[in-house]
């Protein structure tokens, strides 16, 4: 199979970083053949970095050159886009959260089955690399079998960008950052969810929300805490895992960390009282000498293909999706518990 022309709808911040990053990265693999958005700025700009422009949406999804169509725009948009596309004979990849809500969401998947062409969500977060860390830990018990994961992402600069502050377009952290964080925890933990609760934030006033905490409680005992913050001007780590041989920190997206875990060995001598604030603590004091030890963090083992590469084989091969369209419906159906709660 040779190269695949790719249109673009939506040239903003992630669909030029698609056309200038993800897609040049591929190499021969896909090619940009033209894009279009509402905004003439955005379209000068196509022009600006030798990218072909449309005058419509109807003209892109009318090029017979055009196999595959990425959606980069504002969220309400998807459904209508998508299923456009996929009724021109195009297969689709669209930028998360897919949809507004899991009913828009089903809709596209029956007209996809009906035109017989893939449609993949770009659940990118899926190969960062600190995810892929503590999915290793996950499955190589590296520190014990795992029985807390908290994952967080912390910032002070309040909800990004303009849409994404309004109702109506599907703003909000939830569906912008836990639809990438939600997605990660259901993806590596795979059971049943016995118990979830969520707290909205809507410190900034806006209609949306401005962060979230979300605790889940799996069917096999494993506890999760998913928080995301736009209001936090000191962080915490991006992951805290616990096992019940270890503790491993990721600090940020560099790895930044570490591990400590139990040597297995034994000693007579037991924990000495310390001094903590104004009394004295024998359970928080420091573990004997030579119990535990502190390890660097591991690197990720990377081996599934890209995004990409994968969209490719699923069209070309058959190929399973690494993104699968029931992995996303299943958060899709979770927020919208949380949302309508």
């Known amino acids: ?49 030798n990218i072909d422009t449309f005058k419509s949406y109807e003209d892109l999804l009318a090029s017979d050159n055009i196999e595959a169509v990425l959606i980069a ?15 021109a004979g195009k297969h689709v990849i669209c930028e998360k959260p897919v949809t507004m ?29 600190d995810f892929l860390l503590v999915k290793d830990l996950y499955e190589t018990r590296a520190i014990g079998d795992i029985f807390q994961i908290e994952s967080r992402v912390h910032g002070a600069n309040g909800i990004p960008g303009d849409w994404r502050h309004l109702k109506r377009h599907g703003g909000g952290m939830l569906l912008d950052w836990g639809i990438h964080l939600l997605d990660q925890i259901f993806w590596m933990v795979e059971s049943p969810v016995a118990k979830i609760e969520t ?30 913050g736009t209001t936090n001007f000191t962080s915490l780590p991006r992951w805290y895992v616990k096992g019940n041989k270890g503790t491993a920190r990721i600090d940020d997206w560099d790895l930044s960390g570490e591990m400590v875990i139990a040597t297995g060995t034994e000693v007579e001598a037991k924990p000495s009282p310390i001094r903590a604030g104004v009394g004295l603590t024998k359970t928080m004091a420091p573990p004997v000498q030579g119990v535990t030890k502190k390890i660097a963090l591991p690197k990720p083992n990377v081996t599934q293909p890209t995004f990409y590469r994968n969209f490719y084989e699923v069209i070309h091969y058959g190929t399973e999706p690494i993104v699968k369209n029931e992995e996303v419906r299943e958060v899709m159906k979770l927020i919208d518990n949380i949302l309508t709660f």
């Open 199 to 228: 707290d909205l934030s809507y410190i900034l006033g806006d209609e949306v929300d401005d962060g979230f905490t979300t605790y889940i409680t799996f069917e096999n005992g494993i506890r999760s805490v998913v928080e995301v």
């Open 101 to 129: 809500n899991t009913q828009e969401f089903d809709e596209i998947i029956e007209v996809a089955k009906e035109e017989n062409k893939v449609f993949m969500v770009h659940q990118n977060r899926r190969w960062d690399p």
């Open 73 to 87: 725009t504002p969220n309400d948009s998807h459904k209508e886009l998508s299923i456009k596309a996929l009724q």
């Open 1 to 49: 199979m040779g190269t695949m022309n790719l249109g673009i709808v939506g040239y903003g911040g992630m669909g030029s970083y698609h056309a200038e990053s993800l897609i040049p990265e591929e190499g021969d693999l896909f090619k940009v053949f033209g894009i279009y958005d509402i905004n003439e700025e955005r379209m000068l700009k196509a022009k600006e970095k």
